[in-house]
């Protein structure tokens, strides 16, 4: 046997494993995501809720000292 072909054998096994655990661990479509929670309704008596402010645009900018 030449080093080459150990080496794709090893490559083949070493493939199939990653491949295994990703099956094994990862999320496939929905099998692997937590149920999506109820939405729930709000009571249509509810009295409108008071506006609020915007929040602050743009970057917020720090004198910084120059030491």
């Known amino acids: 046997m030449s ?3 150990v080496g794709g054998i090893l490559g083949a096994i070493v ?3 990653v491949l295994a655990v990703a099956v094994v661990f990862g999320p496939i479509g929905q099998y692997g995501k ?10 249509p008596a509810a009295a409108p809720a008071a506006p609020v402010a915007p929040a602050p ?6 004198e910084v000292p120059n030491q």
Do not use: C, L, N, Q
């Open 34 to 43: 937590p149920p999506k929670p109820a939405k729930a309704e709000p009571a």
């Open 3 to 5: 080093s080459e072909s």
């Open 57 to 62: 645009r743009g970057p917020v900018i720090r």
């Open 15 to 17: 493939a199939a494993a």
